[in-house]
């Protein structure tokens, strides 16, 4: 079946520590997005990107970094800039016409 | 531009009881609109969406949309609550079709059934 995975599922990072959050689409979608999601906060849009090798900031660029080598692939990493990273990640896809597919989520918190 | 406004972050309702999620939009030009449901700790999965065709939209697990142009509102709604139905339901707007068209999204409303 086709859809996002999102791996892993539960990531711990230490003080100081990248760590890079991955995003796999077999939809053969163009549009990535990576989204981060806080308790009553919505979804926030961090980084997208509409084709391989291109990509543009979103609304809380700062702190993370992503990188579109392929079209199947959008990881997200996450830098030691971001001071508060605790939080939910969701990756999405898109193609035109529909609306975002979305994976399951990353839930990563700071030790 | 474009943007969504959720009335109410959090609704209660009964079991068998109406549920009617309110959203409305602003937006530049004829919008697409979009409901979402996330369960705890997963993804969003789309419940229903318009794209400019039938005003009234069913989606999925028995929950409709009606587009108002005169209101700018895309409220959800359902006839008879279900415990399964708690969840966190996000309205969204897009200004066109295609890929490039990013999604913007409401602050979210927490539904929550009372047995």
């Known amino acids: 079946d086709g859809g996002i995975t999102q791996s892993p599922k539960y990531l711990f990072r230490k003080e100081g520590q990248n760590v890079t959050l991955s995003c796999e689409q077999n939809l053969n979608h163009d549009a990535m997005y990576w989204y981060r999601q806080d308790p009553g906060q919505g979804l926030r849009l961090i980084y997208y990107?509409?084709?391989?090798?291109?990509?543009q900031k979103g609304d809380i660029a700062e702190g993370y970094s992503v990188s579109r080598e392929k079209k199947e692939s959008f990881p997200l990493t996450v830098t030691s800039a971001q001071k508060n990273p605790t939080a939910f990640y969701l990756c999405?896809?898109?193609?035109?016409?529909?609306?975002?597919?979305f994976g399951s989520g990353t839930r990563l918190t700071v030790v | 531009a474009q943007s969504v406004t959720q009335l109410g972050s959090h609704v209660s309702v009964s079991e068998g009881a109406l549920v009617l999620l309110r959203c409305n939009y602003s937006s530049s030009v004829p919008p697409y609109l979009f409901w979402y449901v996330q369960y705890p700790n997963q993804g969003l999965q789309l419940l229903l969406k318009y794209t400019s065709a039938a005003t009234l939209v069913k989606g999925i697990n028995g929950f409709e949309a009606e587009f108002k142009k005169s209101e700018t509102s895309f409220h959800l709604t359902k006839p008879s609550a279900h415990m399964s139905d708690a969840a966190e339901y996000f309205c969204a707007v897009t200004q066109g079709n295609n890929a490039g068209n990013m999604l913007t999204f409401g602050g979210g409303t927490r539904l929550m059934v009372k047995p």
């Open positions: 999405a896809s898109r193609q035109g016409g529909s609306g975002y597919t």
């Open positions: 990107s509409q084709i391989v090798n291109d990509f």
